[in-house]
């Protein structure tokens, strides 16, 4: 692991944000209770700290959702790896994303999970490429930053499973 990291945001600047879009969250879902769905393994940086600060009563589940395999670039098919454990019917749910890029594994899971008829279905993600998206009914709710196309590590994006405890947001700088 001799790679070179250039740091895009510091671990204060994701704190930072994080508490933000946790605001905003606890203001637009003031007096409903709150069901996030965790997209493994990434998320799960991100959805701690932001559940930590919102300002609800909310449940919490679980879902890995591949597309990737041991590359850097999505391979386009969609594999639900782990589902839910809990019903989400008549629920507000909010699901909670490390990176959307191309948007397929979004669209993909939005359209399987509204068919388990929740009340609500939002998505909030830490790091956006929207210059990527393909699919136009991606909608994000929550952003906290807006990234440049390069492979994206830390905060729990990996490389091969590498550098998702990094407290900050990087690249790998090409040697």
């Known amino acids: 692991m001799d790679d070179k990291i250039r740091i895009l945001l510091s671990e204060e600047e994701v704190a930072k944000r994080v508490k933000e879009v ?36 909310l449940t919490m589940d679980f879902m890995s959702v591949s597309s990737y395999g041991a590359g850097t670039v999505s391979s386009g098919i969609v594999k639900i790896i782990k589902d839910l454990d809990d019903p989400i019917e008549g629920k507000d749910v909010l699901i909670v994303e490390d990176i959307i890029d191309s948007g397929n594994t979004l669209a993909y899971l939005i359209e399987v999970l509204k068919q388990r008829n929740p009340n609500s279905i939002e998505l909030c993600t830490l790091l956006d490429k929207p210059e990527r998206r393909v699919k136009d009914q991606v909608k994000v709710k929550y952003t906290c930053f807006t990234v440049p196309d390069q492979f994206i590590i830390g905060y729990g994006l990996d490389f091969d499973q590498l550098y998702r405890n990094l407290p900050y947001i990087g690249v790998i700088e090409q040697q």
């Open 22 to 57: 946790a605001d905003q969250i606890s203001r637009d879902y003031k007096g409903k209770p709150l069901h996030l769905i965790c997209i493994l393994k990434g998320g799960v940086f991100f959805t701690c700290e932001l559940a930590k600060r919102i300002e609800l009563p």
